[in-house]
């Protein structure tokens, strides 16, 4: 997608993501969790990169304006089989 994404930590795991489209903003709580961390073996550090990964993979199955309110990583893990090594490619190698 071409829209600019604006991501904004908002403390305690959350970040609030905008989707800047041609006629408006859509915006996304995103909650990182520490089963999705752990399982990319991801530290605290790389929370913002796993948010962007997470919503550029988001991005690829539907549009900005089709997500929750709250996009909980957990409940994306569940919800794509796919999520961990699509964004485990994203992740800069460690």
Do not use: N, W
């Not at 904004?8 to 995103?30: C, D, K, N, Q, T």
């Not at 990182?32 to 997470?54: F, K, N, P, S, Y």
């Amino acid at each position: 997608m071409s829209d600019q994404c604006d991501i904004e930590p908002l403390g305690g795991h959350e970040y609030l993501v905008r989707v800047h489209h041609p006629a408006e903003i859509v915006e996304s709580r995103f909650q990182a969790t520490e089963r999705v961390m752990a399982d990319l073996h991801a530290g605290a550090g790389d929370e913002r990169r796993v948010i962007e990964a997470t919503m550029d993979f988001l991005r690829d199955k539907k549009s900005a304006d089709e997500l929750p309110q709250l996009v909980d990583l957990d409940d994306v893990a569940a919800s794509y089989d796919d999520y961990m090594d699509a964004v485990r490619g994203r992740l800069p190698s460690g």
